[in-house]
């Protein structure tokens, strides 16, 4: 059974920046694809970011609206999974959830995650 761990959410300024981590138990998680979503209040929850390390070599990809500001990246070593948040928006308060796929391929859609943490909370206050 994998468990992932989130850690770093907190209350910031619009402008500042956040790291999100994700400890993962077993490295069996290194061969998955792993995410990011997020759930604002009232609103459904929504692809962030993924990492995969497929027949490509290691590929991301990320949602329109945090392209340019987020970074999502995988410490093999630690079984962790990163997401540096910078230039952080109103619009970027929500829940963070790490997910895990047991598959090596992208995918935005959350019904394909088999794995989910408890979620860590980000504000941003304008």
């Known amino acids: 059974q994998v468990q992932l761990v989130e850690s770093g959410g907190g209350l910031v300024q619009a402008g500042g920046s956040l790291r999100l981590s994700c400890a993962a138990s077993?490295?069996?998680?290194?061969?998955?694809?792993m995410g990011w979503f997020r759930q604002a209040p009232g609103k459904e929850r929504e692809f962030v970011a993924v990492?995969?390390?497929?027949?490509?070599?290691?590929?991301?990809h990320y949602a329109d609206s945090v392209k340019g500001r987020f970074t999502i990246s995988r410490d093999l070593s630690k079984i962790t999974l990163y997401l540096q948040m910078n230039s952080l928006k109103p619009e970027d308060t929500a829940v963070y959830y790490c997910?895990?796929?047991?598959?090596?391929?992208?995918?935005?859609?959350?019904?394909?995650?088999?794995?989910w943490g408890q979620g860590t909370q980000v504000t941003i206050s304008s």
């Open positions: 997910a895990a796929r047991t598959r090596r391929t992208i995918s935005i859609t959350q019904d394909e995650y088999d794995y």
């Open positions: 077993g490295r069996t998680v290194n061969s998955y694809a």
């Open positions: 990492a995969a390390i497929d027949w490509s070599g290691r590929s991301t």
